[in-house]
């Protein structure tokens, strides 16, 4: 199998504490793709090397493969042995602006033939072998409307900077939205009589061409976060399943979209096998849809959906649909879970499908006839699974994080549930060194609907007999949870390396726990959830004598953000020496309309602005201005328009004429999450220079901010 590796290097440091340059560091690997049978960055040059891997899964052993992994963005396995792959080459070829493929064998990765030049830069590369000896495969790509693919060096480039709408839905997360949207496109080798691999004449393919859009045109991979995972391909090539967003529905409102199903070789259009016209949606399953797979004999599919139009956190269910002719069953409907990954045995009569739960990421089986009442087998307890694939021998090769490892390798064996391991981040990156599963537990306070969990992150050498100031984190979402996972965003380890001991709770919500849980937030955002927070401080207060609740501090992002301006106006901001907000709302009655995805503040605010104004107004934030007083440090970047830079700026104006300490950090070059890694680490520093400051860890404040 073969991994992307992105990784920091050139930290030659001891560990003593896990510091946010040892973080930024680390290498970040990709999936592992098994075959048929990583970025660096340095502080130093301030640039990044990326490589691929081979990684054997017999003995867990790794190869460099000869590819940069910035001119080579896209590999798959397919060719005439198991050991052939193809490729994806930044490099332009004979096309400016476009791209070139090329065939290679891992045993001999030097020895490449180019097999096409591609007019535009492609991505999402997957391919399989056909019958005829062929390879069919399938990228996607920005296109116009007439169907061709966008090349943004061919481009014409207009005098004017002018962007012009006349429908809802201006931009999204971080991108305006232009003319052209995403597609997928499809393509073959052909297999000469030489043996030898060439592009048919007939050349590449837009597969959702033809398709019906009353109101949004189709896009596939869905924005903003879509990728191959969108789409897939049947074992022979011949067919091909796509998700995309309802056609007849304005995607600003809903979240609806559906799974189509296209010939390869576009001879027809594609037509849904979920949407308007099927007995599915008559039964009432019309959400967004998720994950299309092919079975291995190629004549079913499995992939999830949820039942509401407008709710992006409802559950997920299982469904299964003969290709030949499509009509979907729900599998295990009553499963309180929300299944968001699915595979399929070797023999293509059992779903592997991964789900949250309690506060991990699990692997579970269902058979293709499970009944509403099935109960899923779990097959793995954790931490936190990021994907999966089926092997030949019906094994499961896994890739999973946890709160004190980045990625691990392992196979899963599905006979007796062992696990044999290939590799793990924690024990082989020297970033990575003295972190362990002893950096971590939880407990259980008593929630509005009954027990909920929290976890604790202590500092290295932690030692029970002191105390460490309370670092508080209410999550994001707000239908979300802290998991046992590791992230290069909000680090556990980083933010307890400090010097704190951190709190994560997951109060109502929440996802992981059942259903009823996330949806008992919904319109509710200050109530239910701010009481389980102040329950999980006073259980912290009451039983945790490590930890100095009297010196601590409260972070949190998004709705966390929102959480925290609210606490800010609450009795429990008094708790706190100092509060940091991050891209979070500072009034329910600016925000929620300034945004984009309208189903969301719609659903959850359980109305609209105009005619349900009250609910609204009963969680804004700025409503409590007049009780704003513990030290508050803002971030808000500007390429977010998922929360306008506006909110961070109205809530930074509030506390500075309320006379409250307060800083505002902005970055102009990031959307709602700060993912550029120098900026990722002023981030840190800055932040961590004002909580350290407040709650007695660190100094004084620095100079660093700009003055009157």
Known sequence: MFVKATALLAISQSIAAFTPEQMLAAPRRSSAVPDPSGASYSFDTHETTTIWKLLDIESGAQTVLPYDGDEVPELAWAGPTNTSIVYLNATAGDIPGGMTMYMADVLRPNDTTLVATLDAQYAGLKAVNTPSGGIAWLTNALAYANGSAYNEELAETPLSTARFYEDIFVRHWDTYLTAQRYALFAGTLEKGADGSFALSSVGVKNLLSGIPAPVTRPETPVQPFGD???????????????????????????????????????????????????????????????????????????????????YESDKNKVFVADVASPTPTVLAENWDRSPDQMRWSTNSSLVYVGAADIGTEKIFLMPTDASADYVPTNLTQGPFVLDFYTLPSGDILVQ?????????????????????????????????????????????????????????????GFDPSKQYPLAFWPHGGPQGAWYNEWSTRWNYRVWSDQGYVVIAPNPT????????????????????????????????????????????????????????????????????????????????????????????????????????????????????????????????????????????????????????????????????????????????????????????????????????
Request: hydrophobic share 35%.
């Open 228 to 310: 191959q995972g969108d789409y897939d391909i049947t074992p022979d090539g011949s067919t091909v399943a796509f998700l995309s967003k309802a056609p007849q529905l304005p995607k600003a409102n809903f979240t609806a979209s559906y799974i189509y199903l296209v010939p390869h070789d576009g001879s027809a259009v594609a037509q849904t096998i979920n949407g308007p016209d099927s007995q599915a949606f008559a039964d009432g399953h019309q959400g967004a849809s998720a994950a299309p797979r092919f079975s291995p004999d190629g004549t079913k599919i499995v992939y999830a959906q949820m039942d509401g139009i407008s």
């Open 400 to 460: 999973d994080s946890s709160i004190y490892s980045s990625t691990d390798y392992y196979v899963l064996h599905t006979a007796d549930a062992t696990t044999t391991t290939l590799f793990e981040s924690f024990r082989s990156d020297p970033e990575l060194a003295g972190l362990g599963p002893q950096d971590y537990e939880d407990f259980y306070y008593e929630g509005t609907f009954g027990p909920q969990q929290a976890w604790i992150i202590k500092p290295t």
């Open 509 to 708: 919500g929440s996802t992981s726990y059942g259903q009823n849980l996330t949806d008992a937030i919904q319109n509710n955002w200050g109530s239910y959830p701010y009481h389980d927070l102040v329950s999980c401080w006073n259980y912290v207060d009451a039983n945790l004598s490590y930890v100095d609740t009297a010196n601590g501090i409260n972070a949190g992002a998004s709705y966390g953000g929102f959480m925290t301006n609210w606490i800010q106006g609450h009795d429990l901001g008094r708790k706190f020496k100092a509060l940091v907000t991050h891209d979070g709302i500072t009034s329910t009655l600016s925000a929620n309309y300034g945004t984009e995805e309208l189903w969301f503040v719609q659903h959850d605010f359980n109305g609209t602005l105009w005619d349900d104004r009250p609910n609204y107004e009963r969680w804004d934030p700025i409503a409590h201005a007049k009780n704003f007083s513990t030290p508050h440090f803002i971030v808000h970047s500007s390429h977010d328009y998922r929360l306008a830079v506006s909110e961070g700026l109205f809530m930074f104006n509030v506390l500075q004429e309320r006379g409250v300490p307060s800083r505002f950090l902005n970055f102009p070059d990031e959307s709602h999450w700060v993912l550029g890694r120098e900026n990722s680490r002023v981030w840190h520093q800055e932040i961590f220079n004002w909580i350290n400051h407040y709650s007695g860890v660190g100094g004084e404040l620095d100079d660093n901010a700009i003055g009157q």
